[in-house]
């Protein structure tokens, strides 16, 4: 009888390892455990409304919210920041007829109020961090979060507030000023002198 040659047996066993192996991966993708996942996105339009904005100043700023309270079930302290942005300028569907006016060769256009026309949280910049007593942890649990509710209403009051600080909030002055310092663009495309008031 004769031996089976040495490179005949490994050439065998890299065989049933290459079968081991392929029979592996075809249970593994039948195998009824297997988890499955399935995904769904679902989109609903909420509103939708045509803007006619002119937006004079765009911001973004972080804000840090500290905030300490207590009372005779305990008490909690909780830091909140996030980045906000926000746009301040003019909405222009406030403008009616009545606010532009004809003056020989000038045309007058009286502005609305500026006013603050957007504010929105940068995604994924919100942080809290809190330490409360075991009763005011336990009201926060089963109210479902209401210390960080009342901490994020507080961003844009503190927001304004600061812009207003900054001075990053223009006012109608600086508004009209800066429209009229531009208005020859405008005037070519209108045909008559603009002037903004």
């Known amino acids: 009888m004769v031996d089976r040659l040495p490179?005949?047996?490994?050439?065998?066993a890299v065989l049933w390892i290459v079968i081991l192996v392929g029979l592996a991966?075809?249970?593994?993708?039948?195998?009824?455990?297997?988890?499955?996942?399935?995904q769904k996105a679902t989109l609903s339009v909420l509103q939708s409304e045509q803007?006619?904005?002119?937006?004079?100043?765009?911001?973004?700023?972080?804000?840090?919210?500290?905030?300490?309270?207590?009372?005779?079930?305990?008490?909690?302290?909780?830091?909140?920041?996030?980045t906000v942005s926000w746009r301040y300028g003019v909405d222009m569907k406030k403008l009616s007829l009545s606010d532009i006016r004809g003056d020989g060769q000038m045309?007058?256009?009286?502005?609305?109020?500026?006013?603050?026309l957007d504010f929105a949280l940068e995604p994924g910049s919100v942080g809290l961090m809190s330490k409360s007593t075991a009763?005011?942890?336990l009201q926060d649990f089963f109210m479902g979060g209401t210390q960080r509710q009342?901490?994020?209403?507080?961003?844009?009051?503190?927001?304004?507030?600061?812009?207003?600080?900054?001075?990053?909030l223009p006012t109608r002055k600086e508004i009209v000023d800066q429209l009229?310092?531009?208005?020859a663009l405008l005037e070519k495309a209108a045909g008559s002198r603009l002037q903004f008031e």
Do not use: M
């Not at 045309?107 to 603050?116: A, S």
């Not at 927001?159 to 990053?168: G, H, P, R, T, Y």
């Open 7 to 12: 490179g005949a047996r490994a050439l065998n």
């Open 25 to 38: 991966c075809a249970l593994y993708v039948h195998w009824p455990w297997r988890p499955h996942f399935d």
């Open 51 to 82: 803007l006619v904005f002119l937006v004079t100043r765009r911001s973004k700023t972080q804000i840090v919210i500290e905030h300490r309270e207590s009372d005779w079930a305990g008490e909690w302290r909780g830091i909140l920041w996030a």
């Open 107 to 116: 045309t007058v256009i009286h502005l609305p109020d500026p006013e603050l």
């Open 135 to 137: 009763v005011p942890k």
């Open 150 to 168: 009342l901490l994020e209403s507080q961003l844009r009051e503190h927001a304004l507030e600061f812009a207003q600080d900054q001075s990053l």
């Open 180 to 183: 009229n310092a531009a208005s």
